[in-house]
C-alpha cells in the first residue's frame, strides 16, 4: 500500500463527510472541513500501513444546527460490510445512547474500506 496515496484517500474521504453532514444542517467546524492535507497528517499521521492514521481514528460525532438532541455519528469501519460488522456497530451505538442519557443516536453514516460481503442464500 502506497501510504502517500493512502493518506490522501482518507483526508478526502473525511473532508467530503465532513462536508455532507454541514450541508444538512448539522455542525462541522471549519478547521475540519478546510484542514488541508498537511493538518490532517499532524493529527492523525501519515502512515496507514502502521496504522496511523486507523480508519476508526476518522469516526465523529455531529449535531443537528436547529436540534441539538438530534446527533449522528460517522463511522469509519476498515471491516467488510457484513451481519456482523452491523450486529457490532448496533451494539456500540446502544452503549453509546445508554451513556449519552437524553440524546438518542438515530442516523448514522457508515465509510467502509471495502465493499460488502456476499450474503448466503437460504435454500428452502
Keep these: 500500500m502506497d501510504d502517500e496515496f493512502e493518506t490522501f484517500k482518507l483526508w478526502r474521504v473525511r473532508e467530503t463527510v465532513s462536508q455532507l453532514c454541514r450541508d444538512r444542517g448539522y455542525v462541522v467546524y471549519r478547521r475540519e472541513i478546510h484542514r488541508g492535507l498537511g493538518g490532517f497528517k499532524r493529527q492523525y499521521g501519515d502512515q496507514p500501513s502502521e496504522g ?3 480508519w476508526t481514528d476518522l469516526s ?3 449535531c ?3 436540534n441539538p438532541n438530534d446527533e449522528m455519528y460517522i463511522c469509519f469501519l476498515d471491516e467488510p460490510a457484513n451481519l456482523r460488522t452491523f450486529t457490532r456497530l448496533s451494539k456500540i451505538l446502544q452503549d ?3 451513556l449519552r ?3 438518542q443516536i438515530t442516523r448514522v453514516i ?3 474500506q471495502r465493499g460488502p460481503t456476499p450474503s448466503k442464500k437460504i435454500m428452502k
Design 110 to 112: 457508515v465509510v467502509f
Design 52 to 54: 496511523r492514521p486507523s
Design 60 to 62: 465523529f460525532f455531529v
Design 101 to 103: 442519557r437524553g440524546v
Design 64 to 66: 443537528h444546527r436547529e
Design 96 to 98: 453509546e445512547n445508554a
